[in-house]
């Protein structure tokens, strides 16, 4: 009859069968759910390694050898001048020296510190990235146990949020009654994150808004600059904290590399879609005022590396929530700039 | 044609056109909730009912999940002429201690529930009146039997049921009644008192051809198996007998009044009951208990199969039928669901599936050629049982955790109704075709229960609480009901 090798017999067992497990959901307390062990481990581990490039790995590039090999005897030579500076200090026995000498153990403290937030705030990310590596698996094989496993995993990284409680909570109620494949993450999609996409979008229109009047108000360019810089790293950390994973410093760089790596990979498609349009508008603006047109156009920048930013941080693809567009945004960032703009001119 | 199908052409279209007028001040959706005797039909509609009152767990209703039903009740009942679903009574015996799954439906009744709610899309929100009226309504499962014999004549439905009576696991239920008939002469003189005997021992038969085993798709007609009102009423003093040449007996004869009754009963009982509750449906959802099926073998599965596809061939909506004119409204969305989902692990549910999806083939295939949307499920409307995995040697068995009912047996364990067991039913095939085809060595039914290699015994329904001590109703356990209600209702709240 069926393919198997030996035909299984219809059994009893009793409820108290030691060989019988089971399912975890429906025990009734579940509310410190399995999730959280494997999250807490996660976390606590320390030898995670940094695998958020997920844009493929490249064999050995000589470019960057040469480079980071420059940049270490760069280093190394800074180091040994600073170090000469430093001992000179360190070798009088009077005030100067000890006080030098508590600068110094401070700052290494302080550095010892900061790696040590830099490599908790990348095992953040990399958490993430599991989840996401492993809910892309599953959607493509259609393999329940992972998805369950993916989606508890999920809803752990979530459970200790005040403002997610309610929702955590109603998607572990609702997982035991969900049974076919794909749609208990579709589940965690519409419950766990989409409240989270609306803060987010909320984040990119706030950002967005800023860089674009501080790049029509601002004097100089290199301060727009500089700005337009500043408050992209600041919103990539803000979605990235939003979404579970608060990275360091070095992992916002991180960040901000994939994101742009996202945009020039996405960019063909997003560019009919999001920039003609923009791009027709801004002209007209620019013609307007000069000031004006560079605003909106470094806001629209700064949407567009936001939207890429909320693809490449969501741990899960859109499955049921629907994805924020450039152009949703655009129009709140330019709205209250039409208002200023009317006043100049009329 | 005669001139009854024309007057009921125009009273159809009449009825259909006032619906539609009256729709326009509340739209109404006739959920058709379609099954044999014993699929599920009235816990289906009980927990689909309490589901959208206490706001159940729907994760996949989208309307609910997206908080946009702000209120649903119970109409008072609409038409004074039909007995109103007696809901409050089955909930009662599913809250029970030890709960009861509801008794077989014996007569016909109706519920009326009423949604408000606030549409996705603007111009429906100005527009529409945000309130949809869903009519369901549940009748014993033994008179759907009846609807394909609309579509026969008297000769051709004798021939079928002698042999139907003919089939190895009838057979002897039928004897006494085939016996008597073989004595019959359809050309004799017509005579009350052969009618009469014969119409008892054919009901008789029926009865006994049932007790066998209850979940098995009985032969009809219907009324016989339940009279309902009916009982003792000439319009059931008739039973199948082959004319001799193959031709219409003689006016006058045995055979003659036979058929004149036959003819009655299909005009006074079956078109009736079709015109007033299946001929105006806008959402149908066939539930199919495939399992008892399967657990009744392979000759089972057929007559399932058999029947279902005759009852559903009643709902084409083609031309050439009397009722297509009726049907000025289709019915869109079709759902078949194999019912009693939750007797097995849900890494079968696949299969059981499949299986739905070849008992249903034919009708699948017509819906779909005419148009409509159809979709196959494993479904339990009431959740009996949890999921277990068990370690047998070096397997794992996927099983389902649950307190059997009384009398219920798996092997040479006879479950007594209060103890809970764990349960592996043992394996559905890859091929659902297979199942189709008799085991070598045929086995009476009833007794091949002991060493069948797929055995789903039925389960206790989980004790439902009315009420939660916070106050609040506690949801019920269930399998893709939440997708039921999206699938037939889903769009008219959109």
């Excluded at chain 1, 494997?38 to 940094?50: E, I, L």
């Excluded at chain 1, 700052?107 to 937030?117: N, P, S």
């Excluded at chain 2, 045929?442 to 290699?453: L, Q, T």
Aim: hydrophobic share 45%.
């Amino acid at each position: 009859m069926s393919a198997a090798p030996e035909p299984r017999k219809p059994r009893v067992f009793a409820p108290d069968d030691p060989a019988l497990i089971e399912e975890p959901a429906a025990a009734a307390g579940a509310d410190a759910a399995p999730g959280d062990p494997a999250a807490a481990t996660a976390s606590a581990d320390p030898t995670v390694r940094p695998t958020l490039a997920d844009l493929g790995r490249r064999g050995l590039r000589w470019g960057t050898i040469l480079i980071a090999t420059l940049a270490g005897a760069a280093l190394l030579g800074a180091g040994a001048w600073f170090a000469r500076l430093v001992s000179a200090a360190l070798v009088r026995d009077d005030w100067v020296g000890w006080t030098t000498l508590v600068l110094l153990l401070t700052a290494g403290v302080a550095t010892l510190m900061l790696g040590l937030r830099e490599i908790v705030g990348f095992s953040r990310l990399a958490r993430l990235h599991r989840v996401k590596a492993e809910a892309a698996a599953a959607i493509r094989e259609r393999d329940q146990k992972r998805e369950r496993k993916a989606a508890l995993r999920l809803a752990g990284l979530y459970a200790r949020r005040p403002e997610l409680a309610w929702s955590v909570r109603r998607f572990r109620e609702h997982a035991r009654d969900v049974h076919d494949a794909g749609e208990l993450l579709a589940l965690a999609d519409r419950d766990l994150l989409a409240p989270l996409d609306l803060e987010a979008r909320r984040l990119v229109t706030a950002s967005a808004k800023r860089v674009a009047t501080v790049t029509a108000l601002s004097p100089m360019v290199f301060i727009a600059v500089t700005y337009v810089g500043v408050e992209n790293l600041r919103l990539l950390r803000g979605l990235a904290t939003l979404y579970g994973g608060r990275p360091g410093f070095i992992g916002v760089l991180r960040l901000a590399n994939m994101v742009l790596a996202h945009i020039v990979a996405t960019g063909g498609i997003a560019m009919t879609d999001d920039l003609l349009g923009q791009f027709l508008g801004q002209d007209i603006l620019r013609r307007l005022s000069r000031r004006l047109g560079e605003g909106a156009f470094n806001g629209a920048l700064t949407a567009r590396i936001g939207i890429a930013a909320i693809d490449v941080i969501r741990p899960l693809p859109f499955l049921a929530a629907t994805r924020p567009r450039v152009r949703d945004v655009l129009g709140e960032v330019l709205r209250p700039m039409f208002g200023v703009a009317k006043k100049p001119s009329g | 044609m005669r001139l009854s199908d024309l007057t009921e052409t125009t009273a159809g279209a009449l009825k259909s056109a006032s619906a539609a007028l009256s729709d326009l001040m509340t739209p109404t959706v006739r959920l058709g909730v379609t099954g044999l005797a014993r699929s599920g039909k009235t816990v289906f509609i009980t927990t689909l009912v309490r589901s959208l009152l206490a706001g159940g767990r729907l994760p996949f209703f989208s309307a609910m999940a997206e908080g946009r039903i702000t209120r649903a009740y119970l109409e008072p009942q609409p038409d004074d002429a039909v007995p109103r679903f007696a809901y409050e009574e089955h909930l009662g015996l599913l809250a029970k201690a030890p709960p009861e799954w509801p008794e077989s439906t014996r007569r016909l009744s109706q519920l009326r529930l009423t949604i408000e709610y606030t549409s996705k899309l603007a111009l429906r929100r100005t527009l529409g009146p945000g309130r949809l009226h869903v009519d369901i309504v549940d009748y014993p499962g033994e008179w759907l039997i009846d609807l394909p014999l609309l579509e026969m004549s008297f000769p051709d439905w004798s021939r079928q049921a002698v042999e139907d009576a003919r089939a190895p696991h009838r057979r002897q239920a039928a004897a006494p009644w085939l016996e008597l008939i073989s004595t019959l002469d359809p050309e004799a003189l017509e005579d009350e008192q052969i009618a009469l005997t014969g119409a008892e021992a054919f009901t008789r038969y029926l009865l006994a051809a049932r007790a066998l085993d209850p979940a098995l798709s009985a032969p009809g007609p219907g009324r016989f198996l339940l009279p309902g009102d009916l009982a003792g009423s000439p319009l059931l003093t008739f039973f199948p007998l082959p004319p001799a040449g193959g031709s219409a007996s003689p006016r006058g004869s045995l055979g003659a009044m036979l058929a004149r009754r036959f003819e009655s009963y299909k005009a006074h009982v079956v078109k009736p009951f079709f015109r007033d509750h299946f001929a105006r449906l806008d959402r149908q959802i066939v539930l199919m208990d495939a399992l008892s099926a399967v657990n009744a073998g392979a000759s089972a599965l057929a007559d399932l199969q058999r029947t279902m596809e005759a009852v559903l061939e009643c709902f084409r909506p083609g031309a050439n039928t009397w009722l297509s004119s009726i049907l000025a409204r289709r019915i869109d969305r079709l759902l078949f669901a194999a019912t009693k989902a939750d007797h097995l692990h849900h890494s079968s549910h696949d299969r059981l599936e499949a299986i739905l999806r070849l008992l249903a083939e034919q009708a699948i295939a017509r819906a779909s050629f005419a148009g409509a949307e159809v979709k196959v499920m494993a479904l339990a409307a009431l959740r009996a049982t949890r999921e277990a995995e068990a370690r047998s040697g070096r397997q794992t068995l996927p099983c389902i955790v649950g307190v059997p009912l009384p009398g219920e047996r798996l092997g040479r364990k006879v479950f007594d109704g209060v103890a809970e067991a764990a349960v592996f039913p043992g394996d559905l095939p890859e091929d659902a075709a297979s199942l189709l085809v008799p085991p070598a060595g045929a086995i009476a039914p009833g007794e091949d229960s002991a060493d069948a290699s797929v055995h789903f015994p039925r389960f206790r329904p989980p004790r439902v609480s009315l009420e939660a001590p916070s106050g609040e109703a506690p949801a019920l356990p269930h399998i893709r009901l939440d997708r039921a209600i999206e699938f037939l209702l889903g769009d008219r709240l959109a």
